[in-house]
């Protein structure tokens, strides 16, 4: 994850936007339309190359911190492959 400060931390706000999501499509949607309105109107290929980018980094981040984990665990609990 990108470690921002906390000034720049919008905790309350992402609270309201993830208790209104229901569903995977919903979750989907709400990061695909966060990334286009980020990009605005006069993106570029880079433009579209950087956010695929933060994507994938966000997804690695995503599982080194909080799937994994989660997989050792349940491992310990239920033995290996």
């Known amino acids: 994850m990108p470690y921002i400060k906390r000034s720049k931390r ?46 994938i980094s966000v997804q690695h981040e995503f599982y080194r911190r909080y799937v994994a984990p989660y997989e050792d665990q349940k491992r310990k609990e239920n033995g290996d492959v």
């Open 10 to 55: 919008s905790i309350k706000l992402l609270s309201i936007v993830a208790d209104a999501i229901d569903t995977e499509g919903e979750l989907n949607y709400c990061i695909t339309k966060l990334c286009l309105l980020y990009l605005g109107n006069n993106a570029h290929y880079e433009d579209y190359n950087r956010v695929m980018g933060v994507l």
